[in-house]
């Protein structure tokens, strides 16, 4: 267990829905990181959160929102959600900015049908 | 555009033998790289490669760092069936003040009893 919480570990949903993803850091850490891993990318970064706020953004879509709330946790919104949305989503955290690398949770399997 | 390519893309051999992974990377403002290690899930923390550390060992596992070429390889000896997995190398992008790691595609390492 690597302290990092992800629910749910699977998600199937029909297209044109809307999901939310929930991540618990490890305790103590401040940042939160979220990737999107499917077969032909790897592990594609979306967004960073530090301490409830929004800290670095990488190609996440529109369609994809996220937040992290004062008890640290943070939530990833997927919307509208196409068949190629359907990917492992991982959520990972550090205790600064990520310096000594991070530690990941089990990620959630979105499969959109 | 930063960027970190592995080779191969996947790799079979038998238990005892040796393999090297290899990793290039791209990015302008060179801070550590990172290896990992994803059997089926969460990715697990390997090594991190620095200026000031550019040779790592663990066990059977070993990396180290060429900053003048811009490349990392990571060394397993006698290889274990254990040691099937993807291994990712990762470097933290060129946005200042946080850690966004750009990950490669990943080698995946199959070991036959």
């Known amino acids: 267990d690597s302290g990092v919480t992800q629910t749910p570990k699977h998600l199937i949903t029909a297209t044109g829905q809307r999901v939310t993803l929930r991540c618990s850091p490890r305790s103590g850490d401040l940042s939160v990181y979220w990737y999107q891993q499917s077969l032909d990318q790897g592990l594609q970064f979306l967004i960073q959160y530090y301490n409830g706020e929004e800290r670095a953004k990488g190609n996440i879509l529109e369609r994809f929102s996220a937040q992290q709330f004062p008890d640290l946790h943070s939530e990833l919104n997927l919307s509208s959600l196409e068949l190629g949305d359907s990917a492992l989503y991982f959520c990972?955290?550090?205790?600064?900015?990520?310096?000594?690398?991070?530690?990941f949770g089990s990620g959630t399997r979105l499969t959109v049908v | 555009e930063d960027k970190v390519v592995q080779s191969p893309l996947s790799l079979v051999v038998h238990e005892g033998d040796t393999v090297t992974l290899n990793c290039s990377y791209e990015?302008?403002?060179?801070?550590?790289l990172l290896w990992y290690k994803q059997e089926k899930k969460a990715p697990t923390f390997l090594f991190m490669l620095?200026?000031?550390?550019i040779e790592k060992k663990s066990g059977r596992l070993s990396s180290i760092l060429d900053k003048k070429e811009l490349f990392s390889i990571l060394n397993i000896t006698a290889t274990q069936t254990g040691d099937s997995a993807i291994y990712l190398c990762?470097?933290?992008?060129?946005?200042?003040?946080?850690?966004?790691?750009?990950f490669g595609t990943g080698t995946r390492l199959k070991v036959l009893a």
């Open positions: 620095t200026s000031s550390g």
């Open positions: 990015v302008t403002n060179f801070r550590s």
């Open positions: 990762a470097v933290p992008g060129t946005t200042s003040g946080t850690y966004k790691y750009i």
């Open positions: 990972a955290s550090s205790s600064s900015g990520g310096g000594n690398g991070y530690t």
